[in-house]
T-cell receptor, first 114, second 115 residues
Framework: AQSVTQLGSHVSVSEGALVLLRCNYS??????LFWYVQYPNQGLQLLLK??????LVKGINGFEAEFKKSETSFHLTKPSAHMSDAAEYFC????????????FGTGTRLLVSP | DAGVIQSPRHEVTEMGQEVTLRCKPI?????LFWYRQTMMRGLELLIY????????DSGMPEDRFSAKMPNASFSTLKIQPSEPRDSAVYFC?????????????FGPGTRLTVL
């Protein structure tokens, strides 16, 4: 079975600081990986996805993530945090065949202080 | 594009009552997903439809839960009878294709409280 582990239920950064949200996956076959963001009282919005093309994936709002097979990781980064980045972030994994059956991590809440 | 529409946005009901959640996917999308989000279990896929046909319902918790998609623009998730442990936020999502590379678009969710 596929799964993802997100390290840290809460991450706090100052505005302008680097954002790093960690995600490690477990899968017996090469997976597809996704990062979603959830703002309060809203649904999830796709930030970026890895589907076996380039290992460095750029997404919306200045976020990017790098697929590292040797480390089974797909960490999310942003060079400079903005107050509007405060939200909950979910990493998800899906098989690379068949339909997109997303398995989500437990989420990381990003707090941004002025 | 209006996005995925869910109704109601909030539902409060008493244990034992029937609850029906509704979803209108994005026009032209052929795949529809129902998810449940709770503090204890996080986000879980309940059921997936492709071209109005249920493909995978392995996430449906028990027989009290049922889902239908009578046409391409409407789906329902029904709980009968409801129990307090069903309290959660229920999300509907749709995607254009059934492909594993496609993007799922989520609705705003229905917050269900069962007293």
């Amino acid at each position: 079975a596929q799964s993802v582990t997100q390290l840290g239920s809460h991450v706090s950064v100052s505005e302008g600081a680097l954002v790093l949200l960690r995600c490690n996956y477990s899968s017996s076959v090469p997976p597809y990986l996704f990062w979603y963001v959830q703002y309060p009282n809203q649904g999830l919005q796709l930030l970026l996805k890895y589907t076996s093309a380039a290992t460095l994936v750029k997404g919306i709002n200045g976020f990017e993530a790098e697929f590292k097979k040797s480390e089974t990781s797909f960490h999310l980064t942003k060079p400079s945090a903005h107050m509007s980045d405060a939200a909950e972030y979910f990493c998800a994994v899906s098989p690379n065949t068949g339909f997109q059956k997303l398995v989500f991590g437990t989420g990381t809440r990003l707090l941004v202080s002025p | 594009d209006a996005g995925v529409i869910q109704s109601p946005r909030h539902e409060v009901t008493e244990m034992g009552q029937e609850v029906t959640l509704r979803c209108k996917p994005i026009s032209g999308h052929n795949s529809l997903f129902w998810y449940r989000q709770t503090m204890m279990r996080g986000l879980e896929l309940l059921i997936y439809f492709n071209n109005n046909v249920p493909i995978d319902d392995s996430g449906m918790p028990e027989d009290r839960f049922s889902a239908k998609m009578p046409n391409a623009s409407f789906s329902t998730l029904k709980i009968q009878p409801s129990e307090p442990r069903d309290s959660a936020v229920y999300f509907c999502a749709s995607s254009r294709l059934a492909a594993s590379t496609d993007t799922q678009y989520f609705g705003p969710g229905t917050r269900l409280t069962v007293l």
